[in-house]
């Protein structure tokens, strides 16, 4: 078995992308932080990645369907808004790194592939809010960059169970083990 250097990312647990989540959201932030326990207790780096943006939204074009209503909506989704935070239950320890993005992919608009790269990172430990939106983008991207990549399903939710459903057994599979956080735990020790 090759030796892999594992990073656990912690994708978009934020005040206002889990609290719109809802209950869905609570149970992936209780998986992702007994998930984040585990890295910290075997010394598995963790890298915690959120969306915001600078105040005024330049970031944003008016062409930009998914983020237009961002940009009308105030300073709800700015690197300083409370809504941007990370929520406590999984909140970074220091010197764990906090990657901001700017689009739905963790790699979008970020340092991400840096912070990976200076951690030597072959294998990613994926979980995040939403399965739709973060995961997926971060999936596809990384694993066109040749990652090895595990999915908790239970620390990742969608505003849509179906389509969490039908991502995690019928679409990551292909490119990603996707385990619930016990398992992965399991698979540690």
């Not at 078995?1 to 209780?30: C, K, P, W």
């Not at 983008?137 to 239970?154: E, K, M, P, Q």
């Amino acid at each position: 078995m090759v030796n892999q250097r594992s990073v656990l990312i912690l994708m978009d647990f934020q005040r206002g992308i889990v609290d719109g989540a809802e209950r869905a959201g609570q149970g992936a932030v209780a998986a992702a932080a007994r998930a984040l326990s585990a890295a910290r207790d075997r010394g598995i780096p963790v890298v915690h990645v959120r969306v915001a943006f600078r105040p005024d939204y330049p970031e944003i074009p008016p062409t930009n369907r998914a983020f237009a209503m961002i940009r009308e909506g105030g300073d709800s989704m700015t690197e300083v808004s409370p809504l941007t935070a990370i929520v406590p239950e999984v909140a970074p320890l220091p010197g764990e790194p906090v990657v901001i993005k700017r689009r739905f992919g963790a790699f979008s608009g970020s340092d991400l592939d840096v912070v990976l790269r200076g951690l030597q990172a072959d294998h990613l430990v994926l979980a995040g809010i939403s399965t739709s939106g973060v995961v997926l983008s971060t999936v596809r991207y990384a694993g066109d960059l040749d990652y090895g990549l595990t999915v908790l399903f239970d620390a990742c939710a969608d505003h849509d169970p179906e389509v969490h459903r039908v991502l995690m057994r019928k679409v990551f599979p292909r490119q990603a083990e996707v385990v619930t956080v016990d398992e992965w735990i399991e698979a540690l020790d």
